[in-house]
Protein backbone atom coordinates (compact mmCIF):
# COMPACT_ATOMS: atom_id res chain seq x y z
CA UNK A 1 0.00 0.00 0.00
CA UNK A 2 0.95 3.59 -1.09
CA UNK A 3 1.91 6.40 1.37
CA UNK A 4 0.78 9.23 -0.24
CA UNK A 5 1.39 12.69 0.63
CA UNK A 6 -1.35 15.27 0.35
CA UNK A 7 -1.50 19.37 0.55
CA UNK A 8 -1.22 22.65 -0.73
CA UNK A 9 1.33 23.02 -3.16
CA UNK A 10 4.41 24.55 -1.34
CA UNK A 11 3.78 22.60 1.51
CA UNK A 12 6.86 20.55 0.95
CA UNK A 13 5.29 17.20 0.17
CA UNK A 14 7.97 16.29 -2.66
CA UNK A 15 11.18 17.05 -0.46
CA UNK A 16 9.27 14.67 2.56
CA UNK A 17 8.53 12.60 0.51
CA UNK A 18 11.94 11.95 -1.26
CA UNK A 19 13.44 11.79 2.88
CA UNK A 20 10.80 9.75 3.88
CA UNK A 21 11.15 7.33 0.46
CA UNK A 22 14.97 6.74 1.50
CA UNK A 23 14.15 6.39 5.30
CA UNK A 24 11.86 3.62 4.65
CA UNK A 25 13.88 2.06 1.66
CA UNK A 26 10.49 2.64 -0.70
CA UNK A 27 10.82 4.20 -4.31
CA UNK A 28 9.50 7.50 -4.48
CA UNK A 29 7.21 8.45 -7.01
CA UNK A 30 6.12 12.64 -7.97
CA UNK A 31 3.14 12.39 -9.49
CA UNK A 32 4.01 15.71 -11.35
CA UNK A 33 6.90 14.45 -12.68
CA UNK A 34 5.66 11.28 -13.76
CA UNK A 35 2.98 13.24 -15.98
CA UNK A 36 5.46 15.80 -17.15
CA UNK A 37 7.76 12.63 -18.19
CA UNK A 38 4.83 11.01 -19.84
CA UNK A 39 3.52 13.89 -21.68
CA UNK A 40 6.81 15.31 -22.74
CA UNK A 41 5.58 18.89 -21.51
CA UNK A 42 5.44 21.04 -18.63
CA UNK A 43 2.46 21.38 -15.78
CA UNK A 44 1.96 25.20 -17.27
CA UNK A 45 1.97 23.71 -21.00
CA UNK A 46 -0.14 21.05 -20.14
CA UNK A 47 -2.95 23.40 -18.36
CA UNK A 48 -2.41 25.93 -21.53
CA UNK A 49 -2.94 23.56 -23.94
CA UNK A 50 -5.49 20.76 -22.69
CA UNK A 51 -6.53 22.79 -19.71
CA UNK A 52 -7.06 21.65 -15.68
CA UNK A 53 -9.45 19.16 -16.27
CA UNK A 54 -7.40 17.42 -18.66
CA UNK A 55 -4.82 17.68 -16.48
CA UNK A 56 -6.40 15.76 -13.43
CA UNK A 57 -7.60 13.10 -15.33
CA UNK A 58 -3.60 12.69 -16.36
CA UNK A 59 -3.27 12.72 -12.00
CA UNK A 60 -6.03 10.60 -11.89
CA UNK A 61 -4.77 7.60 -14.51
CA UNK A 62 -0.74 8.39 -12.52
CA UNK A 63 -2.42 7.92 -9.05
CA UNK A 64 -4.25 4.46 -9.87
CA UNK A 65 -1.43 3.48 -12.16
CA UNK A 66 0.48 3.48 -8.48
CA UNK A 67 -1.67 3.65 -5.85
CA UNK A 68 -1.70 -0.24 -4.77
CA UNK A 69 2.50 -0.23 -4.86
CA UNK A 70 4.54 -0.39 -1.92
CA UNK A 71 5.25 3.49 -2.60
CA UNK A 72 5.99 7.20 -0.95
CA UNK A 73 3.49 9.25 -3.32
CA UNK A 74 3.95 13.04 -3.53
CA UNK A 75 0.62 14.27 -5.50
CA UNK A 76 -0.05 18.10 -6.60
CA UNK A 77 -1.56 20.15 -4.14
CA UNK A 78 -4.64 19.92 -6.47
CA UNK A 79 -4.98 16.31 -6.44
CA UNK A 80 -8.59 16.83 -4.52
CA UNK A 81 -10.17 18.91 -7.31
CA UNK A 82 -10.82 15.68 -8.65
CA UNK A 83 -13.69 13.52 -7.23
CA UNK A 84 -12.58 10.46 -8.66
CA UNK A 85 -8.71 11.08 -7.36
CA UNK A 86 -10.67 11.49 -3.73
CA UNK A 87 -12.34 7.97 -3.90
CA UNK A 88 -9.24 6.57 -4.98
CA UNK A 89 -7.24 8.07 -1.48
CA UNK A 90 -10.51 7.08 0.56
CA UNK A 91 -9.69 3.60 0.07
CA UNK A 92 -5.87 3.77 0.56
CA UNK A 93 -4.91 3.98 4.63
CA UNK A 94 -1.74 6.67 4.57
CA UNK A 95 -2.35 9.56 2.96
CA UNK A 96 -0.65 12.03 4.73
CA UNK A 97 -1.36 15.73 4.89
CA UNK A 98 2.00 17.76 4.80
CA UNK A 99 0.73 21.40 5.54
CA UNK A 100 2.23 24.77 6.60
CA UNK A 101 1.19 28.22 7.47
CA UNK A 102 -0.50 29.94 4.44
CA UNK A 103 2.77 32.99 4.80
CA UNK A 104 5.07 29.96 4.55
CA UNK A 105 3.51 28.67 1.51
CA UNK A 106 3.34 31.52 -0.49
CA UNK A 107 6.52 32.85 0.11
CA UNK A 108 7.56 29.12 -1.20
CA UNK A 109 5.61 29.33 -4.31
CA UNK A 110 5.32 32.60 -4.91
CA UNK A 111 7.31 33.59 -8.65
CA UNK A 112 7.25 29.37 -9.51
CA UNK A 113 5.99 29.42 -13.11
CA UNK A 114 5.48 25.98 -12.83
CA UNK A 115 2.68 26.08 -10.21
CA UNK A 116 -0.10 27.18 -12.74
CA UNK A 117 -3.02 27.76 -10.11
CA UNK A 118 -0.81 30.46 -8.06
CA UNK A 119 0.84 31.88 -11.11
CA UNK A 120 0.85 35.76 -10.94
CA UNK A 121 -1.75 35.46 -8.24
CA UNK A 122 -2.16 37.84 -4.94
CA UNK A 123 -1.51 36.35 -1.79
CA UNK A 124 -5.57 37.03 -0.75
CA UNK A 125 -6.57 34.75 -4.04
CA UNK A 126 -3.53 31.58 -2.79
CA UNK A 127 -5.28 32.25 0.67
CA UNK A 128 -8.71 31.52 -0.87
CA UNK A 129 -7.59 28.57 -2.74
CA UNK A 130 -6.06 27.04 0.22
CA UNK A 131 -9.03 27.21 2.41
CA UNK A 132 -11.41 25.89 -0.32
CA UNK A 133 -9.36 22.88 -0.08
CA UNK A 134 -8.28 22.38 3.82
CA UNK A 135 -11.47 20.18 4.58
CA UNK A 136 -10.62 17.33 1.34
CA UNK A 137 -7.26 17.06 2.16
CA UNK A 138 -8.37 16.83 6.15
CA UNK A 139 -11.39 14.91 5.08
CA UNK A 140 -8.59 12.12 2.74
CA UNK A 141 -5.79 12.43 5.80
CA UNK A 142 -4.59 9.50 8.21
CA UNK A 143 -2.36 12.03 10.03
CA UNK A 144 -1.44 15.48 9.49
CA UNK A 145 2.13 16.66 9.79
CA UNK A 146 3.15 20.19 10.47
CA UNK A 147 6.10 21.29 8.04
CA UNK A 148 6.98 24.96 8.82
CA UNK A 149 10.91 24.59 8.78
CA UNK A 150 12.28 21.48 9.95
CA UNK A 151 11.87 18.61 7.15
CA UNK A 152 14.12 15.66 9.34
CA UNK A 153 12.04 16.70 12.31
CA UNK A 154 8.34 16.52 10.16
CA UNK A 155 9.84 13.39 8.08
CA UNK A 156 10.59 11.49 11.30
CA UNK A 157 6.99 12.34 12.95
CA UNK A 158 5.36 10.40 9.90
CA UNK A 159 7.65 7.54 10.16
CA UNK A 160 7.13 6.89 13.71
CA UNK A 161 3.44 7.24 13.24
CA UNK A 162 3.38 4.66 10.53
CA UNK A 163 5.79 2.39 12.25
CA UNK A 164 4.13 2.59 15.67
CA UNK A 165 0.49 1.63 13.70
CA UNK A 166 2.07 -1.47 12.28
CA UNK A 167 3.12 -2.82 15.66
CA UNK A 168 -0.66 -2.43 16.72
Keep these: MAI ?22 LPFVDLDAEIVKKEGK ?6 D ?6 FRNLEYDTLRLYINMNVVIATGGGII ?4 NILLLK ?7 VD ?9 IVGDNNRPNAQNKPFHEIKKLYNSRITRYNE ?14 CVQNIHNQIITDDEN
Excluded at 91 to 97: D, G, P
Excluded at 140 to 153: F, G, L, P, T
Design 4 to 25: VLVGFMGAGKTTIGTKLAERMN
Design 42 to 47: SIPEIF
Design 49 to 54: IFGEIY
Design 81 to 84: ENTN
Design 91 to 97: KNKLNIW
Design 100 to 108: ANIDTVYNR
Design 140 to 153: IAYIKVDNEDNIIS
